[in-house]
Each structure stands twice: as C-alpha cells, then as structure tokens.
C-alpha cells in the first residue's frame, strides 16, 4: 500500500516537474534568457582557453586604443590589451560576485523571513523592523559606505577563497544588503503557509518547529525562492557594477564595471573608442536582461493569474 | 488615521536612527585613532593639542555605551559632521550644502522629464495592450530598465559629444561665463542635458514598466466592463476609470524615486564630472575621505526616509481604504 502510495506521489511530482519545465520553456522570454546566460556562463567556465590568459600592461599585444580589427576583435584599450580577453575574464568575476552575493542573499532572506512568520509574535516585530531598514535603504547605498571601510579594515593583500580582498567584501556586502525584498516575500508566503492542514498534521505527529521549517515550509517556498533569486541576481549585477565603476573594484581581477572604470578614467568616451566601454557595458545589459526575462517567466509560470501581463 | 501616520513617523526615526548608528559603528572599526581622523587622517600633521580637544568635543575618553553614541546623535543632529580630510579644514556639512543645488538640478530635471513622458507611455501602452506600440515601448523600457544609467551616459558621451559635437559631455559650465549672468544659465542648461538625458531615460524605462503594469491590471476590472456598458467613450473610461485608479502605485513609485534617484544619479555624475553629491562621492571615495562619505551617506539616508514618508502620507491621501 505505502509503496503504490510513494510510487505515485514521485510519479505525480515528475508530471509536475516536467509539466513546469514544458511551460517554463515554452515561454518565450525564457528562451532568450536561457540562451544568453547560457552563453556567458560557458564564457565565464574556460575564459582561458577561449582567449589565453589574463593580458597585462606587459604582455598587452595591439596598439593604444585601436579600433576592433582582426588581430583584436573588439579593439583594445589604453595599454594595448585586447578587449575580448579583458571582457571574457570579466563575465568569470562579474558573474561569480553576482551569484555568490545573491546565494549569501538568498539564505539570509530566507531564514528571516520564514523565521519571522513561522514563529510570529516579538521575534516577527524584531526581525521585521531590521528588514524594513534594509528594504528602505538600498543596496547600493550602504554598500557604497560599507565597502571602503571594510577593505581598510581587512587590508588589500592576499587573496580569500581565490578572490582578492575587495572582491570578496563586495560579494559579502552585497550579500548582507540586498535580502529584505526576498525576507519580505518568503514572510507573507510562510504566514499562508503555515496555516495549512499538513502543518498541523507533520505538527501532530511530533515534528520540531525546525523540522517543519526545513522538510515542509521551505519546500514549498521554492517558487519564490527561485523567481525572486533570479531578480536578484541582476539587482547584484547592478550593484557591482555600479561599486567598481566608482573605483572599488580591483583591477587586477577586473569585472565588467571595473572595465567601466578604467574606460572612464582613460577617457575613452571623449576619444570616441565605443568598443572598449562598448563591449563590457553589452555584456552587464545582456546578463541582467536575461535574469530579468528568466524571473518574469518563472513568476508567470508558478503564479498563472499573471499570465496576461508578460 | 492619526494612528497610521505615527507609526509612520516613528518608522522613519526608527530608520534615521539606524543610519546614525551604522555611521557612528562603522568609524570606529576603521583602524587608527577617531580623533586624528576627524582632524583630517593621520596624513597631515596634527598637534597634540588638537587630538585632544576634539576628544573633548566627541567624548572619546568617555565609554563607547552610551556617552559617545549620544554625543555623536547630538553632534550629527547639530549638523556637526566634523572635517573632510581631502578639503582640509572643510566642515562636512559646508562641502555638501556647496555641493546641492547642481544635484537637486539634474535630478530633479530629470525626474520631471521622466514623470511626463514615461507614465504617458506606460499608460497608453497598458491602455493598447498587445499593439504595436506596447510592444516596442515595453521592450525598449525593459533594456532600459536593465542598464546602467551611467553607462547610458557614456554611450551619449560618444554619440552627442565626441562624434556629433552637438552637446557638451564634461563639467556643468565653459570657461569664462560669468556666473549668475543669464549667458550663464543657458550655458548651465546646455551642460546639463546629456546628464539629465542619461538620468531620465532609466527613469523613463522604470515608469513605463509600472505604468503599464498599473493600468494592465485596472483594465480587467470588472468596473471597466461595467463602464463601457453604460456606454461611455474611450476617453471618458481612460481618464474617468482607468487612469484615476492606476495612479496609485504610480504615484507612490515617483515620490520614492524622489529619495533613491539622488543615489542613482552618483554613478552619472562621476561619468559628467557634474560638480553635485556625486562628484563629491567619487572624490571621497577615491581620498578614502571618511567623514564626507558618512555625511554623504547619511545625506542619502535622509532623502531616502523623507522620501519614504511622503509616499506613505500621499498614498493615504489617495486611497481612502487607507483612512479606515
């Protein structure tokens, strides 16, 4: 009996699954998203057998400045690197801040937010009112202030985890800044939930509240988790962006904003060399269009009352 | 009624609050000595005598619980930021006042120009759902959305000033326009268009994306069935029902923008040289200049939570379920 019982409840969640994954797919905006990220995660996996190693001021190969060409595809900058290879070893940096962060933003968001309304009461009050600070002040703010005194706190040299220093504070502050909006969501989601039968029911039974959390609440906040964690992503894009564009990258490890920053101090703009702000700035619009375009279709998928507004 | 708006007030106190504190913790984690560095940093000399009055003035002997932190609320709410250490001898405060008015011009230039054409395009697109119109509106909007103002800056920096020659890309006036002279007002004008430009078309993308949205929503209601069922035209639905109902997030959405575009615009200073907050920000950034960041940073904090506020107070205005 309990085995026909398992067999058609995996069954059952394999229709689910895949009935899910045809209308995710069939979705147009979904596609473009999928194809675009995927190119840039493959870009970002062997950035150095696509274009050899890092170039640097000493083994930069063209001229200053020059034009794309066919020795340099998309042109090089003011020392003569070539700007594919700078842009290709920056998708690697941009994209893993932009994912570390928003795992670090994901989890936070969500134990405060099914915290808070698993357990209600002055633990809701509490964490609520921290989350509404950081839902009101954004991201980009604190980090802006948070960061620089970070890297003087840690000191600039050596590297954690194979990141050097100030990449790594960025991924954190980043991380520790942007998960009030996802708190939010995953809150009023558990508030629902947790007035379910199957609640009680696995409460009857003797489960502990974190077992309940774990194995029954947060299963089934899933949806939520994933739509909200793909406009996360491209919120930390942004801000990365935004940060090292300001100067508080590193440029040994370039990311695409860092890219910005030197294009803006070499005063690339005002000599009219497109390519080099050009190709780095494609690449940012391009990844976080496509989390955008993969977040809305998650949402319509899992919410079909949003449907008719794509 | 008068329930909601204090909690609304004690909300945004609550979150000042909070931004004094993160100021007040975040100096005191920076290494070296606080006193030497509201004088300037440790790079410039300083007498003895000097360290030792601002340990007075901000009770640094004193416990850090509660003696400083009051003393420090009370200062931040004098006004009392201490000095920048890039513009030695500078009060905080001064530097960022100087600094204002060319923010609080492009900003609000921009919101203005973005308000206007971007919640008439989101509206008539959410209005003609599916049309050509809405389709091009919504894509452009959403790319717009996505990318960085700054960089959108850029790009016209390339276009408008360094191909075409039409607009100026640097700085907010020529050499010898004589200040305060009308001469110079159009000059200013003339400088401040591509960072405006580049400031409200993200703004615009935002707007049209919400519009739409809005007004998306307020169509399928069935108060628009009904209204077209009592046989009123086109335009007496759009502007009777539709319009007066999708205004509301609309609404709110502009008045907060009021508070985050100030942050925003940062990045697009720095790509203009625009001598505002952003500027300010960059030059404090790269000087590693403490106090004028954390002024800054409390400067953003204000305008963010005022911002916060009046969206909440008008959001009561505009929505009498609000009031029960």
């Not at chain 1, 996996?45 to 640097?56: K, Q, R, S, W």
């Not at chain 2, 200013?188 to 993200?202: E, F, I």
Request: glycine share 10%.
């Amino acid at each position: 009996m309990s085995k026909i019982n398992v067999l058609s409840r995996s069954r059952l969640r394999a229709r689910a699954i895949s009935g899910f994954l045809r209308h995710f797919i069939g979705h147009g905006g979904a596609q473009l998203g999928l194809v675009c990220l995927g190119f840039f995660l493959a870009v970002a996996a062997m950035p150095d057998t696509l274009v050899g190693p890092l170039e640097t001021a000493i083994t930069a190969t063209g001229d200053f400045l020059a034009p794309p060409s066919r020795l340099h595809y998309l042109g090089t900058d003011e020392v003569g690197r070539d700007v594919l290879n700078l842009v290709v070893h920056g998708a690697r940096i941009s994209l893993t801040i932009a994912l570390l962060a928003t795992v670090i933003s994901l989890v936070v968001g969500t134990t405060v937010g099914i915290t808070a309304g698993y357990f209600g009461g002055l633990a809701d009050v509490c964490l609520m009112r921290v989350t509404d600070f950081f839902f009101v002040v954004p991201s980009f703010v604190l980090a802006l202030v948070i960061t620089p005194v970070a890297l003087e706190a840690m000191g600039a040299g050596g590297e954690i985890l194979g990141f050097r220093p100030s990449l790594f504070v960025i991924i954190v502050v980043i991380g520790l800044t942007s998960w009030a909006f996802v708190a939010r969501v995953i809150r009023s989601q558990t508030l629902s939930l947790k007035e379910r039968t199957f609640i009680d029911r696995a409460r009857v039974a003797g489960s502990s509240n974190t077992s309940i959390m774990l194995r029954h609440i947060l299963p089934n906040l899933v949806p939520q988790v994933a739509a909200n964690g793909a406009l996360v992503v491209a919120n930390a894009i942004y801000i990365e962006t935004s940060l090292s564009f300001l100067g508080l990258g590193d440029p040994l490890q370039p990311s695409w904003g860092t890219l910005l920053s030197l294009a803006q101090r070499s005063g690339a703009a005002s000599v009219g060399a497109w390519w080099y702000l050009g190709a780095p700035g494609v690449c940012v619009l391009t990844v976080s269009l496509a989390f955008v375009l993969i977040g809305n279709a998650l949402d319509d998928t899992f919410n079909p009352r949003r449907r008719v507004i794509p | 009624m008068s329930r909601r708006i204090g909690g609304i007030l004690i909300r945004a106190v609550m979150t000042l609050l909070m931004v004094a504190t993160l100021n007040f913790v975040l100096f005191r984690v920076i290494p070296g000595d606080p006193a030497s560095l509201l004088l300037g940093g440790a790079r410039i000399s300083v007498t003895a005598e000097q360290i030792e009055a601002q340990r007075q003035t901000w009770g640094l002997d004193k416990p850090l619980f509660p003696d400083q932190v009051i003393d420090y609320l009370s200062a931040t709410l004098r006004g009392d930021f201490g000095f920048s250490f890039k513009f030695r001898g500078k009060h905080v405060a001064d530097l960022i006042l100087e600094r204002l008015p060319a923010t609080i011009a492009l900003v609000g230039l921009a919101q203005v120009i973005a308000v206007l054409c971007g919640v008439m395009l989101g509206v008539y697109a959410g209005w003609r759902r599916g049309g050509a119109v809405d389709h091009v509106t919504t894509g452009i909007s959403l790319a717009l959305y996505s990318t960085p103002s700054f960089w959108l800056g850029m790009l016209l920096v390339v276009v408008f000033s360094t191909a075409l020659r039409w607009l100026p890309g640097y700085g907010a006036s020529s050499p010898g326009v004589i200040v305060g002279s009308f001469a110079w007002l159009l000059d200013y004008l003339w400088h401040l268009a591509l960072p405006v430009l580049a400031v409200a078309l993200g703004l615009i993308g935002q707007y049209v994306v919400v519009a739409r949205a809005a007004m998306s929503d307020v169509v399928t209601e069935d108060y628009m069935v009904t209204a077209r069922a009592k046989g009123l035209t086109n335009r007496q639905m759009l502007m009777g029902h539709a319009f007066r109902n999708a205004m509301l997030p609309i609404v709110t959405l502009v008045s907060l923008n009021l508070g985050y575009v100030v942050a925003g615009a940062i990045t697009v200073e720095a790509v203009f040289a625009w001598p505002g907050i952003g500027g300010l920000t960059v030059e404090a950034l790269n000087a590693r200049d403490y106090p004028l960041l954390q002024g800054i940073f409390l400067l953003l904090g204000v305008s963010i939570v005022i911002a916060n506020l009046m969206a909440d107070l008008i959001y009561g205005v505009l929505d009498p379920r609000v009031k029960q």
